[in-house]
């Protein structure tokens, strides 16, 4: 079945009502920190207060004789029984030297490299018994200078003896001297430096772990807030604690949101199910908000400088971009891969840009980990190139929209420079989409309004792709990832005709106990309330890679539907058994068997039922049951891309920036459920828009303290910042999946942040502003507006 068949379907592209919603809203939802299990004991972590320090002794015998202490862990009580927590990527220097690699241990041995480093657990009968011991551990450190300011980590004290210079790897890809020559023969060059600030996720559930040990079948059990479980278990058993990995079920419940924070193998989790087996009891950990903000992996922070050639009328001819990408203290499980094969890669947007080179520095900091977050690469490479061709734009005396159009890709598939090719879309479509509900042509008479009662009013516009569902694994692999890039999907057709389908996709947030189940009804000629969706647990669903990237449908959906092409194949045979005909006479469609050319017909739900009732066919030709598994690798990525555009209106005298309107217009291919798009579109664009106006993760330089530890200074976007979003869609179907669909949930993270500070600089030009940082905080646009002035 092809995507233009499948998208016809019964109850695809219907708004139907998320099925998960109902316990959500009634309180019953089961989250990682609502479990608890019997003769439970609780951790709480001891972490350093230093940025960058040496551990000269440790003292918890006050702690350990403190009323209900079981255990204090430290350093040295796991130093040679389990490895380090691994990185999932690796990345090679020009040269093929591989990057540097040091250990990221699960407590602290020898030395601390950021505030919030693991330093010693403690597990006592009762959380506040666990937190007054914590409290009593005493720790001698010697303080040694902080690694904050990427621009001089190289001539900072070591973080690492393996990265003596603080560098963890050199990057690059592309043909340097072809865009150099473009260059020299360029008839106009535009130039920029970026900041791409550090964000820290705030998913409204805290990351939280639950593990217990069982003796009679040397078993573990995890609960866990996390994305994609099976990754979880392999992480752990094969590289850091050397368990047999079908000793260990890891289960992620209902999870209340990741952004990709909770992709990742952290610390936590490993030591609780280490100590569950050494006091023989479950122990359980969940994260305060404090501790969030210093624990959790952040994400973006990147300083760059871009360079566009153009000849004389605006033609795109050469791309050239240096980043220093910020890794935080210690590589994270995805973290090398965020900045260099998932940024450089999208260096050429929608564009027909001929020739691309890019230089990636990742550095050691003494800061938190930084990994995926929402996007995951692909809104940093967004915003340095809608950024720059802004920049090109107003350089070269041109509209923000003609430049564009003047570069749009417009013939598929197309290969980029930087390695991917996409394989379809309609640029101009969305543009011009956006352009009109944007209303475009009225914005010279808002801009007047707005003048004559003393506001400036500007209009940016973003024109983004993504790469989404990462693939396929031996290109990946070939680039330096360590695990597979696929999806299962097993589909079990119980005997009345109602359906399970166990997917190694993970839902939290995204709705997938819905979409699945309209997929699966849509094909089988099903109601969506037949069909149920296991996920999350890694002793009932095949091994899957779970869910980042905005692979759930254009990856899982796909196993799934591979795995309904099995069920389908195995059902026409039945079909045809009773209906006395050949199977290659059987068609199947809206939930009926028919014979071809006749009125002859059976329902899906006689035929499941044959299934389990051996003597309705020859069990020489057929196995009873109707349950399938498949497997699927995508052998390309998809390309979601659209336009945004966004109107702000900006008080000069307070610096205050309003976001009077925004437009977003995403061709996401064939869309399941379009409530549930919108949806994701919508908290894309909170997150994005909040990046560009409001969050910034701040660390002192002098100390290395996070000075954005909290919300009373880490601001978060509130629902009165934002006005009522426009959206649409255009629909150029995936040309490689049978379901036609591309990914929708990081997109208004990526589009969204360059519209907004291409809105805040074309309201500021007349006014001499030509750069602004983001946040773009009342402080920093009136500062702006200040130093232009003189």
Same mark, same amino acid.
């Given at each position: 079945?092809?995507?233009?068949?499948?998208?016809?379907?019964?109850?695809?592209?219907?708004?139907?009502?998320?099925?998960?919603?109902?316990?959500?809203?009634?309180?019953?939802?089961?989250?990682?920190?609502?479990?608890?299990?019997?003769?439970?004991?609780?951790?709480?972590?001891?972490?350093?207060?230093?940025?960058?320090?040496?551990?000269?002794?440790?003292?918890?015998?006050?702690?350990?004789?403190?009323?209900?202490?079981?255990?204090? @862990?430290?350093?040295?009580?796991?130093?040679?029984?389990?490895?380090?927590?691994?990185?999932?990527?690796?990345?090679?220097?020009?040269?093929?030297?591989?990057?540097?690699?040091?250990?990221?241990?699960?407590?602290?041995?020898?030395?601390?490299?950021?505030?919030?480093?693991?330093?010693?657990?403690?597990?006592?009968?009762?959380?506040?018994?666990?937190?007054?011991?914590?409290?009593?551990?005493?720790?001698?450190?010697?303080?040694?200078?902080?690694?904050?300011?990427?621009?001089?980590?190289?001539?900072?004290?070591?973080?690492?003896?393996?990265?003596?210079?603080?560098?963890?790897?050199?990057?690059?890809?592309?043909?340097?001297?072809?865009?150099?020559?473009?260059?020299?023969?360029?008839?106009?060059?535009?130039?920029?430096?970026?900041?791409?600030?550090?964000?820290?996720?705030?998913?409204?559930?805290?990351?939280?772990?639950?593990?217990?040990?069982?003796?009679?079948?040397?078993?573990?059990?995890?609960?866990?807030?996390?994305?994609?479980?099976?990754?979880?278990?392999?992480?752990?058993?094969?590289?850091?604690?050397?368990?047999?990995?079908?000793?260990?079920?890891?289960?992620?419940?209902?999870?209340?949101?990741?952004?990709?924070?909770?992709?990742?193998?952290?610390?936590?989790?490993?030591?609780?199910?280490?100590?569950?087996?050494?006091?023989?009891?479950?122990?359980?950990?969940?994260?305060?908000?404090?501790?969030?903000?210093?624990?959790?992996?952040?994400?973006?922070?990147?300083?760059?400088?871009?360079?566009?050639?153009?000849?004389?009328?605006?033609?795109?001819?050469?791309?050239?971009?240096?980043?220093?990408?910020?890794?935080?203290?210690?590589?994270?499980?995805?973290?090398?891969?965020?900045?260099?094969?998932?940024?450089?890669?999208?260096?050429?947007?929608?564009?027909?840009?001929?020739?691309?080179?890019?230089?990636?520095?990742?550095?050691?900091?003494?800061?938190?980990?930084?990994?995926? @977050?929402?996007?995951?690469?692909?809104?940093?490479?967004?915003?340095?190139?809608?950024?720059?061709?802004?920049?090109?734009?107003?350089?070269?005396?041109?509209?923000?929209?003609?430049?564009?159009?003047?570069?749009?890709?417009?013939?598929?598939?197309?290969?980029?420079?930087?390695?991917?090719? @996409?394989?379809?879309?309609?640029?101009?479509?969305?543009?011009?989409?956006?352009?009109?509900?944007?209303?475009?042509?009225?914005?010279?008479?808002?801009?007047?309004?707005?003048?004559?009662?003393?506001?400036?009013?500007?209009?940016?516009?973003?024109?983004?792709?993504?790469?989404?569902?990462?693939?396929?694994?031996?290109?990946?692999?070939?680039?330096?990832?360590?695990?597979?890039?696929?999806?299962?999907?097993?589909?079990?057709?119980?005997?009345?005709?109602?359906?399970?389908?166990?997917?190694?996709?993970?839902?939290?947030?995204?709705?997938?106990?819905?979409?699945?189940?309209?997929?699966?009804?849509?094909?089988?000629?099903?109601?969506?309330?037949?069909?149920?969706?296991?996920?999350?647990?890694?002793?009932?669903?095949?091994?899957?890679?779970?869910?980042?990237?905005?692979?759930?449908?254009?990856?899982?959906?796909?196993?799934?539907?591979?795995?309904?092409?099995?069920?389908?194949?195995?059902?026409?045979?039945?079909?045809?058994?009773?209906?006395?005909?050949?199977?290659?006479?059987?068609?199947?469609?809206?939930?009926?068997?028919?014979?071809?050319?006749?009125?002859?017909?059976?329902?899906?739900?006689?035929?499941?039922?044959?299934? @389990?009732?051996?003597?309705?066919?020859?069990?020489?030709?057929?196995?009873?049951?109707?349950?399938?598994?498949?497997?699927?690798?995508?052998?390309?990525?998809?390309?979601?891309?659209?336009?945004?555009?966004?109107?702000?209106?900006?008080?000069?005298?307070?610096?205050?920036?309003?976001?009077?309107?925004?437009?977003?217009?995403?061709?996401?291919?064939?869309?399941?459920?379009?409530?549930?798009?919108?949806?994701?579109?919508?908290?894309?664009?909170?997150?994005?828009?909040?990046?560009?106006?409001?969050?910034?993760?701040?660390?002192?330089?002098?100390?290395?303290?996070?000075?954005?530890?909290?919300?009373?200074?880490?601001?978060?976007?509130?629902?009165?910042?934002?006005?009522?979003?426009?959206?649409?869609?255009?629909?150029?179907?995936?040309?490689?999946?049978?379901?036609?669909?591309?990914?929708?949930?990081?997109?208004?993270?990526?589009?969204?942040?360059?519209?907004?500070?291409?809105?805040?600089?074309?309201?500021?030009?007349?006014?001499?502003?030509?750069?602004?940082?983001?946040?773009?905080?009342?402080?920093?646009?009136?500062?702006?507006?200040?130093?232009?002035?003189?």
């Amino acid at each position: 079945m092809g995507a233009s068949d499948f998208a016809k379907l019964p109850h695809i592209g219907e708004s139907v009502k998320r099925k998960e919603d109902v316990r959500f809203l009634t309180g019953v939802g089961n989250y990682t920190d609502d479990i608890n299990q019997p003769h439970q004991k609780y951790a709480v972590f001891v972490r350093s207060p230093h940025a960058h320090a040496r551990i000269l002794g440790l003292d918890s015998s006050a702690a350990a004789a403190m009323p209900g202490v079981a255990a204090v @862990y430290s350093g040295k009580d796991i130093e040679g029984k389990m490895g380090g927590l691994p990185c999932g990527w690796l990345i090679s220097n020009p040269d093929g030297s591989p990057m540097k690699e040091p250990m990221h241990p699960i407590l602290a041995i020898g030395k601390v490299r950021y505030v919030g480093d693991h330093v010693a657990m403690v597990v006592a009968d009762s959380l506040q018994q666990a937190r007054d011991a914590a409290e009593a551990v005493v720790v001698d450190y010697e303080e040694l200078a902080p690694v904050i300011d990427m621009k001089k980590a190289r001539h900072g004290p070591a973080l690492h003896d393996e990265a003596p210079d603080n560098q963890c790897y050199k990057w690059t890809l592309g043909d340097k001297a072809g865009v150099d020559a473009a260059f020299a023969g360029a008839a106009h060059i535009s130039r920029l430096d970026l900041v791409n600030n550090r964000l820290i996720p705030n998913a409204i559930e805290p990351r939280a772990a639950n593990a217990s040990y069982n003796r009679a079948s040397d078993e573990y059990l995890l609960y866990v807030s996390n994305q994609n479980p099976h990754v979880e278990r392999l992480l752990m058993t094969a590289f850091v604690l050397g368990l047999p990995e079908h000793k260990v079920r890891v289960i992620a419940p209902d999870v209340g949101g990741g952004f990709g924070s909770k992709i990742f193998l952290y610390a936590e989790d490993v030591a609780v199910t280490w100590a569950a087996r050494q006091l023989g009891c479950a122990v359980k950990w969940t994260a305060e908000r404090g501790e969030s903000f210093v624990s959790d992996c952040h994400g973006r922070d990147h300083l760059t400088h871009a360079e566009m050639a153009m000849d004389k009328d605006g033609k795109f001819l050469a791309m050239r971009v240096h980043t220093d990408a910020n890794l935080g203290a210690y590589l994270s499980t995805f973290a090398s891969s965020v900045p260099t094969i998932l940024y450089g890669t999208l260096l050429a947007g929608q564009y027909a840009t001929p020739q691309i080179y890019v230089e990636v520095d990742g550095w050691f900091t003494s800061t938190a980990p930084v990994d995926a @977050y929402r996007g995951a690469g692909r809104p940093e490479a967004t915003y340095v190139v809608e950024r720059l061709v802004t920049r090109c734009a107003w350089d070269m005396g041109l509209a923000q929209d003609e430049i564009r159009k003047r570069n749009f890709i417009t013939s598929f598939p197309y290969q980029t420079p930087v390695a991917l090719q @996409y394989d379809i879309g309609d640029y101009h479509a969305c543009m011009n989409q956006s352009q009109e509900l944007a209303d475009v042509a009225g914005f010279a008479a808002r801009r007047a309004a707005s003048e004559a009662q003393g506001f400036k009013r500007g209009i940016g516009y973003s024109s983004y792709i993504e790469a989404c569902g990462l693939a396929p694994s031996n290109i990946a692999g070939a680039l330096g990832a360590r695990a597979g890039l696929f999806e299962a999907g097993e589909v079990r057709v119980h005997p009345t005709g109602s359906v399970t389908v166990f997917t190694g996709s993970h839902s939290h947030g995204q709705g997938h106990e819905t979409t699945f189940a309209q997929l699966v009804a849509a094909r089988l000629g099903l109601d969506p309330s037949q069909v149920d969706i296991v996920h999350g647990d890694t002793g009932r669903v095949p091994f899957g890679m779970g869910t980042y990237g905005s692979r759930s449908l254009s990856v899982g959906g796909t196993a799934i539907m591979k795995a309904l092409d099995k069920i389908e194949a195995k059902a026409k045979k039945i079909a045809a058994h009773l209906l006395e005909a050949s199977d290659a006479d059987i068609e199947f469609a809206n939930g009926e068997f028919t014979v071809k050319g006749t009125d002859k017909k059976v329902p899906f739900a006689q035929v499941s039922l044959a299934a @389990y009732v051996p003597h309705n066919y020859p069990l020489d030709k057929l196995e009873p049951g109707l349950n399938e598994t498949a497997f699927y690798d995508p052998t390309n990525f998809t390309y979601p891309a659209g336009t945004y555009i966004c109107e702000v209106e900006i008080d000069p005298q307070t610096g205050v920036v309003r976001v009077d309107r925004f437009t977003a217009v995403d061709d996401f291919g064939v869309i399941i459920n379009p409530m549930i798009v919108e949806g994701q579109v919508h908290g894309g664009l909170v997150q994005g828009i909040g990046q560009a106006l409001l969050e910034h993760g701040v660390y002192d330089e002098g100390s290395g303290q996070l000075l954005t530890g909290s919300y009373m200074d880490y601001t978060m976007p509130r629902a009165a910042d934002f006005p009522e979003f426009k959206l649409g869609h255009v629909c150029t179907p995936c040309t490689h999946n049978p379901i036609g669909s591309k990914g929708c949930g990081e997109a208004g993270a990526i589009g969204s942040p360059p519209a907004v500070i291409n809105a805040v600089l074309d309201a500021l030009k007349d006014l001499g502003v030509t750069e602004l940082d983001m946040p773009a905080t009342p402080h920093r646009v009136w500062q702006a507006i200040q130093q232009a002035r003189g």
